[in-house]
């Protein structure tokens, strides 16, 4: 059973950072993409980031140089490091995984549950 665990999440003042991981366990293959969600109350969920096997990194328009994702060589751990974080950021952060390469932000196999980043102004 494909599983995809987060960490990281928290409340933190406008203008701070967080540090977002994600760890995969029971695909023996791959993934070849991995990347972030969120959820904003009350909007649809949205692409954040996505990293491929290659290299590649894609990033949401909202993202303007702000946040990072990094993931480790065997791609089962993922990592969302987000600076200068606004109230508008708040939301709920997933990690996900796609066995073939992503082209897009938000088209995944697998999800995680999610955890809340919440941003005070």
């Known amino acids: 059973q494909v599983q995809l665990m987060e960490s990281g999440g928290g409340a933190v003042q406008a203008g701070g950072s967080l540090k977002l991981s994600c760890v995969l366990s029971?695909?023996?293959?791959?993934?070849?993409?991995m990347g972030w969600l969120r959820q904003i109350p009350g909007k649809a969920r949205e692409g954040v980031a996505i990293a491929n096997s290659d290299g590649s990194t894609r990033y949401a328009d909202f993202v303007q140089g702000r946040f990072t994702i990094s993931r480790d060589i065997d791609m089962k751990t993922l990592y969302l490091e987000m600076n200068s974080l606004k109230p508008d950021d708040t939301a709920i952060y997933y990690c996900?995984?796609?066995?073939?390469?992503?082209?897009?932000?938000?088209?995944?196999?697998?999800r995680g549950q999610g955890t809340q980043v919440a941003v005070s102004s």
């Open positions: 029971g695909l023996t293959h791959g993934p070849q993409c």
């Open positions: 996900a995984a796609q066995r073939t390469f992503c082209f897009n932000l938000w088209s995944f196999d697998y």
